[in-house]
């Protein structure tokens, strides 16, 4: 027997998963109190890392169908919603999106939407590479320094290695500068290539 299950997802506390539900009801879909996951969780967060959709995914088994109403409910964006449809079709689980007409992504037509929004997806990462090392590069060309800033000066760096060779202890060392022992022993590191 078909189960109809619905992941009702917001960002905010001040934010109602309400219209979720009244809009999957209001597609035809018959909901059950026990089979609506709301959750509260940014969409930053991977669906499998969302306590609520990790509570789902236990309860989901084949020939279940999971509706929700925009695909970014599944997924912090395309590579992740795709991921998170494909574990979903493996179990058996169809996925309806309403945003896409209800579509089963599941399904061939479904597929080639996943596919489509893979496309866009890699399309969008290489943009985004694309774009950050022309900016790397234009900040490198305009002589800015690339990366975190030194916590020890050059006169700093020279006295810890000083320091070091006298045998004084890394954690002192780290206590008396107000650094972190990694500081230091990245120092002590550095001299020793």
């Given at each position: 027997m078909t189960r109809v299950f619905a992941?009702?997802?917001?960002s905010t506390t001040d934010q109602s998963t309400e219209n979720q539900v009244l809009e999957i009801a209001n597609a035809g879909f018959a909901l059950n109190e026990r089979r609506t996951v709301k959750e509260t969780i940014s969409g930053s967060v991977p669906a499998e890392q969302r306590p609520?959709?990790?509570r789902l995914m236990d309860k989901l088994e084949s020939e279940d169908v999971l509706v929700v109403t925009k695909l970014d409910r599944l997924g912090r964006n395309a590579m992740d919603v795709r991921?998170?449809?494909?574990?979903?079709?493996?179990?058996?689980?169809?996925?309806?999106?309403?945003?896409?007409g209800g579509v089963d992504l599941t399904s061939p037509a479904g597929?080639?939407?996943?596919?489509?929004?893979?496309?866009?997806?890699e399309f969008e990462r290489d943009l985004l590479i694309e774009r950050t090392q022309a900016g790397l590069a234009l900040a490198k060309a305009s002589g800015k320094t690339i990366g975190r800033p030194q916590s020890l000066d050059k006169g700093k760096v020279a006295m810890v290695r000083q320091k070091l060779s006298?045998?004084?202890?890394?954690?002192?060392?780290?206590?008396?500068?107000?650094?972190?022992?990694?500081?230091?022993?990245?120092?002590?590191d550095s001299a020793a290539t």
């Open positions: 992941y009702c997802r917001v609520g959709f990790q991921s998170t449809v494909e574990k979903l079709a493996h179990v058996g689980v169809r996925v309806h999106c309403l945003a896409l597929k080639m939407t996943m596919g489509v929004i893979a496309a866009v997806a006298e045998g004084h202890s890394v954690a002192a060392l780290a206590r008396e500068l107000g650094t972190s022992r990694q500081t230091v022993m990245r120092v002590r």
